[in-house]
């Protein structure tokens, strides 16, 4: 690591966990990651956050690793709702200024339909299920992401970076395909979870062929050249390390 870096925290989506422990094997969030940390030789904290919870409750929570850091220049990676909280971190938990970079990934800064669908009478989901995860499900929603964005502005001096994906039907898994057509109408080319315009989010913009869960390194789908499968999202930490270490 040189002199110069930012230590970097990586912030899981919802109802993720940082880790998952099952019959002595440990599962992480973001698949391959630890490799990466390794070979880029980078300071990087993983926190959980509470995967019932809404936005500021998880910034709370991810706060504390930047506690761990001291110092440091910092940047923040995130995850699909976990872009939401990175934005929330600079917002409101940084009074030292030590957040230089913010990179969202797969995050719906402007709100998701399938969130808005969840918390309708449409949903087919049981209504005690529903209240479990209400406080998340209400940040997600369309309008929650207004009020959102309404009260967390950008701050002039962090950089903020995003990506975002999509695949057309036919590539999706399985489990993603109704949610693919359920977005597709209503906010266009999406990643079976989030939309490509819905990602968008500060000074640049980067896009790639991938659904969902391809960006965190879980894809069910076999290896197939034409549809670009699997996606390599060793590489796409790469570039996100090196776009955060180009201005630390």
Known sequence: MAADDPAFIFLHGFMGRAETHVFGR???????????????????????????????????????????????????????????????????????????????????HRGSPLADRSLSTETRLPGWLVDQFRPALEDLSIDGAMRFNARTPDRPDVRYLSWGFSRPDAQMPLF?????????????DNDGMVSVESSKWGEKFTYARADHFETIGWSPKRKDEKSGRPFDQKQLWRDVIAAARARS
């Open 176 to 188: 993603l395909k109704h949610r693919e057509r359920q977005i597709r109408p209503i906010e266009g």
């Open 26 to 108: 440990t599962f992480e969030y973001f698949r391959g990651l630890r490799d990466l940390v390794r070979e880029t030789e980078i300071t990087a904290r993983i926190p959980q956050m509470p995967y019932r919870a809404g936005i500021d409750a998880r910034a709370a929570v991810a706060a504390k690793a930047m506690d761990e850091l001291g110092d440091q220049r910092i940047a923040v990676v995130g995850v699909s709702m976990g872009g939401l909280v990175a934005r929330a971190l600079a917002a409101r938990h940084d009074p030292g200024r030590r957040i230089r970079t913010v990179i969202t990934i797969a995050t719906p």
